[in-house]
């Protein structure tokens, strides 16, 4: 993997799991935000490979979880945030593969 796609990976996990602990609001937006940057980064000076494409789906994700949070859907959070992280997880693997 190269080191914009690790970061990126880092950042979506990291997204997922403060999505799941309920502090989104604060700290789960700024690595959104920050891997949109990553992300974008990544497609312009790496590339973008298909290896790849479960991140990015788990970035859009997250992305839209964060325009549309208002932290009374407890489930749906949850299931968005188990969702990033197998689509990370697929990532990696497809990397590695």
Avoid: D
Avoid at 30 to 54: D, K, N, R, Y
Avoid at 61 to 89: D, E, M, P, V, Y
């Amino acid at each position: 993997m190269r080191p914009f796609e690790i970061v990126l990976v880092f950042l979506v996990a990291g997204a997922a799991v403060f999505l799941l602990k309920g502090r989104w609001p604060r700290t789960g937006r700024g690595f959104m935000a920050t891997a949109l940057l990553v992300l974008v980064a990544h497609a312009v000076l790496e590339g973008a490979h298909w290896q790849m494409t479960p991140a990015y789906a788990a970035t859009g994700i997250l992305c839209l979880a964060a325009w549309k949070s208002n932290g009374s859907q407890i489930g749906l959070q949850r299931f968005t945030a188990w969702s990033a992280l197998l689509l990370a997880s697929a990532s990696v693997l497809f990397s590695f593969l």
